[in-house]
C-alpha cells in the first residue's frame, strides 16, 4: 500500500487515534511535570430532598397557653388532674394511642399521685423515635424572693416542651409520614426534687448527693423500670426542657454529649444548617440530671436533651427558673418554632433515612 493510500484510509485513521487517546496519557505519566489534566472536583453527596412541614409557632404558643390556664400542675392537685386529661384528650383528637400511667411519686415531701402520659404515632411500627418532655410544674419558687413556696405556673419549665410535642404530633397528624413509629412520652414529676443546701433546713440534709439526685425525675424513672410497652426499645430519643423562653440558648448537654455524641452532632448540625446557629451554639454546657439520663441508664436508648443554659452558674437556666417569672410573658413564640423546626427536620429526615 503506497504511503499516500495509507493516509487516505479512514479506518486506519480511527484506529489511531483511538490508540493515542489510550496511549498518550499512559507515557505522559512518565515524564514527570508534563501537564496532566487536573481532577475533576469532586461535588458534595446530593442531600435527599425531604420536604418539612413548616411548623406552626403560633399553635405551639397556644399550646403553652392552655397548659398555664389550669394553673400550676403539681401532681395531687385537681389542676394537675384537669391538664392531665385535657393532654391525653389532646393526643387522641391528633389520632394517637394514648396509654396512661399512674404512679404514686414519692417525693422528698411525701407520696402524691403522678401519671406518665405516652402518645403512640403508629405503634404497630417497629423502628420508633421516641420524643420527651415532662408536664409537671414544680411546687414552690425556691429561686424567687416572695412567695417562695407557692407552685409556678411553668410556661417555661413543663409548659414549652409539651407544646411542642403536641404541635410536632398535630404535624405528623396533616403530614404523615412513612417507615417510622414516634412515641410522644409526657413524663409527670420531674420537678418535684430538692434543690435546698445542706446548710437549709432539707427533710434530706444527711442524704448523699446521689439521693438528692434520685428525687428529681420520678416520671422517668419509673416509666424507664416500667415502660409503657414491655422491651420497649427507640433508635434514639430527644428530650425537650425549657424551650419556649425569651433569651434562650442551647450549648451542648453533658450527659447527651456523653452518650448519644452522633445523635447531638446531627441536630446541632440541622440547626446550623437552619440558620439557628447563633442558638444551637457549639460550646458545652454542662451536665443536667434530666430525665433523659434515666431514659439512656435504664432502656439503653441513646438520647439528647435541648435544654436552654443561657447563663453560667448559679443562673444556669436564666432569672425566671424556679420562679414566678416562669409564666406567659417569658415565651417567645420565636423560640418555640426554632426548636420545633429543628425537631421536625431531625424527624422527617429519619422517616425519608436521611439523617
Ligand atoms: C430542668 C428544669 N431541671 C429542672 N427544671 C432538671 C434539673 C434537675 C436541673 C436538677 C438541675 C438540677
Ligand atoms: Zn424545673
Known amino acids: 500500500m503506497a504511503f499516500a493510500s495509507l493516509i487516505q484510509n479512514k479506518r486506519l485513521w480511527i484506529v489511531a487515534l483511538l490508540l493515542a487517546a489510550v496511549a498518550v496519557p499512559y507515557v505522559l505519566r512518565f515524564f514527570p511535570g508534563t501537564v496532566t489534566p487536573p481532577p475533576t472536583p469532586t461535588e458534595p453527596e446530593p442531600r435527599v430532598q425531604v420536604n418539612v412541614p413548616p411548623f406552626n409557632a403560633d ?48 417525693t422528698y415531701f411525701g ?33 424567687d424572693s416572695k412567695d417562695v413556696d ?4 411553668g410556661a417555661d419549665d413543663g409548659g414549652s416542651g409539651v407544646a411542642v410535642l ?21 413524663f409527670d414529676a420531674e420537678d418535684l426534687g430538692d434543690d435546698r443546701s445542706e446548710t437549709g433546713q432539707s427533710v434530706m440534709m444527711q442524704a448523699s448527693n446521689e439521693q438528692k439526685t434520685l428525687t428529681w425525675c420520678l416520671g422517668s424513672q419509673y416509666w424507664a423500670r416500667t415502660p409503657h410497652r414491655p422491651g420497649y426499645t427507640a433508635q434514639f430519643g430527644i428530650l425537650l426542657d425549657m424551650v419556649g423562653a425569651r433569651g434562650a440558648l442551647f450549648p451542648r448537654e453533658g450527659y447527651s454529649a456523653q452518650n448519644a455524641p452522633a445523635l447531638q452532632n446531627r441536630i446541632w448540625a440541622i440547626a446550623q444548617e437552619l440558620g439557628y446557629g447563633g442558638f444551637f451554639v457549639d460550646r458545652f454546657g454542662g451536665f443536667i440530671t434530666d430525665d433523659h439520663v434515666f431514659v439512656m441508664r435504664g432502656l439503653r436508648i441513646p438520647m439528647v436533651n435541648i435544654i436552654s443554659i443561657p447563663n453560667p452558674p448559679p443562673a444556669a437556666f436564666g432569672a425566671h427558673h424556679h420562679t414566678h417569672q416562669d409564666n406567659l410573658d417569658i415565651i417567645d413564640r420565636n423560640v418555640l418554632g426554632m426548636v420545633g423546626h429543628v425537631v421536625a427536620t431531625v424527624l422527617y429526615r429519619t422517616a425519608a433515612g436521611a439523617l
Not at 79 to 94: D, S, V
Not at 112 to 140: F, K, T
Request: with cysteine; charged share 25%; hydrophobic share 45%.
Open 59 to 106: 399553635s405551639a404558643f397556644y399550646f403553652v397557653e392552655k397548659q398555664v390556664s389550669f394553673g400550676p400542675r403539681v401532681p395531687g392537685t385537681p389542676a394537675h388532674q384537669k391538664c392531665a386529661a385535657w393532654l391525653a384528650g389532646e393526643f387522641r383528637r391528633l389520632g394517637l394511642d394514648v396509654v396512661e400511667q399512674p404512679f404514686v411519686a414519692k
Open 111 to 143: 407520696p402524691r399521685d403522678a401519671v406518665n402520659i405516652i402518645g403512640q404515632y403508629h405503634p404497630e411500627r417497629v423502628n420508633r423515635v421516641l420524643l420527651c418532655a415532662h408536664w409537671d410544674s414544680r411546687h414552690m419558687a425556691d429561686k
Open 150 to 153: 407557692k407552685a409556678i405556673l
Open 166 to 186: 403536641l404541635e410536632l404530633a398535630r404535624m405528623l397528624q396533616q403530614h404523615p409520614i412513612e417507615g417510622i413509629g414516634v412515641d410522644f412520652v409526657l
